[in-house]
C-alpha cells in the first residue's frame, strides 16, 4: 500500500464523511483531537487506532531485535576467527629449513648422495614390478582353487561356455567357518527363478506314479526340505566327485546305461539324438481313414460267374462254387450268411482270396472273355424284380383285390334299374324300375351290359356285393341292416303287433260308433212313427226324448268303456326333432330346448365340435362296407397286412 | 489501520486499506473504486458463509488484518 494510493482513497473517504486512512509516510498528527480526560482504551474507536500504533511497535521492536542478534553473531564470528589465526602462528615445518642448506655449494655436495637414494628407489621399484610381474606370469592352475567350494550343481557346468565365478558374498565370521564359496551370479538367479516357478506349480503331495526305484523313500519325503533345509548343491574344487547323482547324470551324458532317478533333472536338450518316447495316441498323418467299400452285387455276381466258367484254375473254393451256382442269384442273402459262417479258418480264406485275385488279374485283359462273359449274363433272366422288397402279393392280398376289382365293375356299370325283375320281392318297385326302363334310349346297350355282368351269380370272391337302394324297399332295408345304420332283430313282431292291436281298436271304435248312430236314428224313426210323440205336449216331448236320450248315452258309454278298457293300449313316445329333422334323444333335447329358452345357443367351439360330429355320423352312414377309396370295412386289410409285414406300398388302381 | 484483500474468485484480487469500524456499505465504496464496479452490486462475504449486510462494521464480522473477503455479484436477491 502506498501513500499515493492511500491518498487517494482518503479523498474518498474525506468525500463520504470517513475518517481518513493513515499515510505511512507523514507523521502521526497531534493527538489532540482525543480528550484528555478520556482514557486510553475506553471505546472501541480509541482501542482501535491504538491497535495500529501498537502492532507498528511490535514491528519495531521486532527488527530491532533482529538487529541486535545480527551483530550478535558478527562479534562471535569475528571472535572465532581471531582465535583460529591464533593457534596457526609459529614456525611451521617449512620453516626448519635452515637458510645455509638452500646454497649451491651445499645443494652440490648433496648432489652424490641424492642420485644415489634416486637410484636405489628406481631399483626398488624394478625388482618390486619385476617380482609382480613373476607373479602374475606363474599360471593359475587348479591345485589353487583346491578346496574351494562352489556352490552350484556340477550339471550346470556341463553345457559348456565360460562360466565366471566370484566369491560368495557372506559375512566375514561366516567365510571363516565354512570357507570360501564361488558362485556364477547369472546361474544362482537362474536358480532362484527356477525355484520360485517350482514353487508356483501346484504339485500333488501324493503321486502314486511317481515311484521311487532305488527304495530310498522317506515317509512324508515332501517335508523333508522344509524340516532339514534346503540340500545344497555345492561341490568342491579338486575332489572325486562322489555324489552319485551326478555320476549318473554325467553317464547319462556319456551315452552309459542311464539309471533313472527320482528328483533328478536332466536337461534333455542334450538328449537330442535319443529315440523320442512314443505317444499313446497316433499321428494324424498316420491315421488312413478306410473308404466303407459299397457293395456292388453285380460285381461280385460277375465273380462269381467267373468262378463257375474257370472252375479247373482255383482247386480248393470248388465246393463253395458249386453251392453258389445251385442257389443261384435270388437268394443272395442266404449265400451271404453261408460265407461268413463258413470263414473260420482265416489263413485259408486269405489265402484263398489271393488265389482268386490272382486269377482274375491274370483273366482281366482278355476282351474275348469278356465278351462271352457279357453275353452269358444276358442272357440269363434277371429275376431282381422279386428281390426288390416291394409289395409281396400273396392270397390274402389278391382276395381283397378281387374285391375292390368287383366293386369297380359294379359302379362302371350301374344296371341296379333292369335287373331287379328277377329277384326283388317289393312289389311296388316293379313297376317304377320298368317304367324308367322304357324311358331308357340305349337299351340294346343296357341289355348287353347285363349280359356281361352276372349280377345273378354268386361273385367269384365269396363275399356277397352291396345291395343298392334303388333295388326296393327290401333292398334298402338289407343295405341299411348291412351298414349297421338299423337295429334289425329287436321288437319288430311287437312293434307289429302293438300297431295292429292299435288299428283293430281304432277301426272297432269307428264301428261302435256308427253302429250307435244308426242305433239312435233307428229309434227316433220308430218313436215317430209310432205317433206317440203327437199325444204328448211339446213339453212333456222335450222331457221324454231327453230322457231317451240319457238312457241311451248311459248305454253307450258302458259298451265303450268297455272297449277301451279291453282293446286301448296307447304307446307314449316323446320324438324331438331339430332344424333339420335329426331325432334326437333326451339330453340333446333338452338341450336343444334349454337352448330356445334362454335365446342363446352354445359357443363357437362346442358348436363346431358339434357339427363335425354330425358330418362323421353322416359320412359314416354314407360309406360303403366295400369302398376301397377310404379306411372303412374290408378295404383296410390290405393296409393292415402291409403294416405287419413292414412293407411300404400304394394302392395304384 | 487493517488491509482487508477482496477475492472474486475469477481473477481479480484487490487489497484495500480500511479501518476496522468502517461500515459494509462504506467498504464496499472503497471496493467498487478499486474493481470497477458499482457499489450495490457488489456483495462480499466470508468463504462459505452468509454475505454481509451493510449497516454492520467490518470488525463486527471480525474482518481484522490481512483477512480475505470474498466478492460476488449481487443480483438484489
Known sequence: MDAASIEELNKVRRAMGMKPLPVPGEAPKARSPTP????????????????????KKALEAEAAKKKREERAAAIKKAREMAQRNAILEGKGIADDVEDDELDAKAWLKNQKKRQKQIQA???????????????????????????????????????????????????????????????????????KLNERLDLKKKKPLYDPNDIDETGERTILSQYDEEINGKKKKAFTLGQTIRSTATADSLADILDSAPVQRKGQTVDLDMLDDAPAPVSDYMDASEIKVKKPKKKKTKSTRRRDDDDV???GETETPETEQQMEIDSGPSYTKKRKTFDEDFVDDDDLQQSLARQRSAALKKRKTRPEELAKQLREES?????????????????????????????????????????PRAETAVTAMEEESSDEEMEDADKDGQQSERATSPTGELPTTGVEEEKLVAQGMAATFALLKDR????????????????????????????????????????????????????????????????????????????????????????????????????????????????????????????DKRLKKLEAERRRMAQSMLDASQNVGMSTAASHQGKKRKEAGVRLA | MIIVTVNDRLGTKAQIPAFPSDTIKQFK?????????????????????????????????????????????????
Request: hydrophobic share 30%; glycine share 6%.
Open chain 1, 121 to 191: 628407489a628406481k631399483k626398488a621399484e624394478e625388482d618390486k614390478a619385476a617380482a609382480e610381474a613373476a607373479a602374475a606370469a606363474a599360471e593359475h592352475t587348479a591345485r589353487d582353487l583346491a578346496g574351494v567350494k562352489v556352490a552350484h550343481d556340477m550339471n550346470t557346468f556341463l553345457e559348456g561356455g565360460d562360466q565366471v565365478l566370484t566369491l560368495k558374498d557372506t559375512g566375514v565370521l561366516d567365510a571363516e567357518e565354512e570357507g570360501d564359496e564361488l558362485e556364477n551370479i547369472e546361474l544362482r538367479e537362474r536358480e
Open chain 1, 379 to 419: 442272357n440269363q433272366p434277371e429275376p431282381e424284380a422279386a428281390e426288390a422288397g416291394g409289395i409281396v402279393i400273396d392270397e390274402i392280398s389278391e382276395f381283397v383285390d378281387a374285391l375292390y376289382a368287383e366293386r369297380e365293375e359294379e359302379k362302371k356299370a350301374p344296371k341296379p334299374k333292369s335287373q
Open chain 2, 29 to 77: 465504496v472503497m471496493v467498487a473504486m478499486r474493481v470497477g464496479r458499482e457499489p450495490h452490486e457488489i456483495l462480499l462475504k466470508r468463504q462459505g458463509e452468509r454475505p454481509f449486510k451493510d449497516q454492520l462494521s467490518l470488525a463486527d464480522y471480525g474482518v481484522s488484518n490481512g483477512v480475505q473477503i470474498d466478492l460476488e455479484v449481487d443480483t438484489g436477491d
Open chain 1, 309 to 311: 466258367l474257370y472252375p
Open chain 1, 484 to 607: 349297421r345304420l338299423i337295429d334289425a332283430e329287436s321288437r319288430g313282431s311287437e312293434l307289429v303287433k302293438n300297431f295292429r292291436e292299435s288299428a283293430h281298436f281304432k277301426a272297432e271304435l269307428a264301428r261302435l260308433m256308427k253302429k250307435f248312430d244308426d242305433e239312435t236314428r233307428l229309434q227316433r224313426e220308430r218313436d215317430r212313427a209310432s205317433g206317440r210323440l203327437d199325444r204328448m205336449s211339446t213339453r212333456e216331448r222335450e222331457e221324454w226324448q231327453r230322457q231317451q236320450n240319457t238312457i241311451r248315452e248311459q248305454h253307450q258309454a258302458r259298451v265303450m268303456e268297455q272297449l277301451f278298457r279291453e282293446a286301448y293300449k296307447p304307446t307314449v313316445e316323446l320324438k324331438y326333432v331339430d332344424a333339420d329333422g335329426r331325432s334326437l334323444d333326451q339330453k340333446e333335447a333338452f338341450k336343444e330346448l334349454s337352448h330356445q329358452f334362454h335365446g342363446k345357443g352354445s359357443g363357437k367351439g362346442k358348436t
Open chain 1, 36 to 55: 484528555e480526560g478520556e482514557d486510553k482504551g475506553s471505546t472501541l474507536e480509541t482501542r482501535e487506532a491504538a491497535s495500529y500504533d501498537n502492532y
